[in-house]
């Protein structure tokens, strides 16, 4: 089982590069006093001056909305690893919204390390979105064990009359 070997490989360096983003987003860049500025003011896009600046109702239902996000994003990578059937509609539905969030999130300034792990992170959601449609994974999710091909040839090649 190859396949699902790999799948579960990307589902756990999945969750290792969530912890990282967390731990990295702590320690971020140092921004000259103009940027950060600009940055608290219009600058920062529609999602960030809002709940930055808007009023204590829009700041809980922004945060109420960022964090029903993170809880159903880890909640869907935990429940692929046991390949539950509702765990990857979740992952496809937290990725949408994810690429929703991100779109109006506005201008950020990131450290390139910063940068590093979010395309790191962005590559293998890409993968586990691909490998939610491959046949032993989406088996596996429907209930349905597959056994995978071996990677021989069943089929002999014909033989050259030399070589009989």
Known sequence: MRTLGIFRGFVFGAILLLAVKVVAAMFGPSV??????????????TLISEFR???FSLKLAIGGLLLAYAVSY???LLAMLKFH????YMFIVTTI?????LASSGTAIHSSFQATVACLGAMIDGALLTLLFVDPVRARFRGIVVAEVPLVDPVPLPQTPSER
């Open 97 to 101: 919204v994810g690429v929703a969030l």
């Open 85 to 88: 059937a509702w765990a990857r």
């Open 32 to 45: 000259p006093e103009p940027v950060s500025n600009y940055l608290d003011g219009e600058g920062s896009g």
């Open 53 to 55: 600046n808007g009023p």
């Open 74 to 76: 880890v909640a869907s």
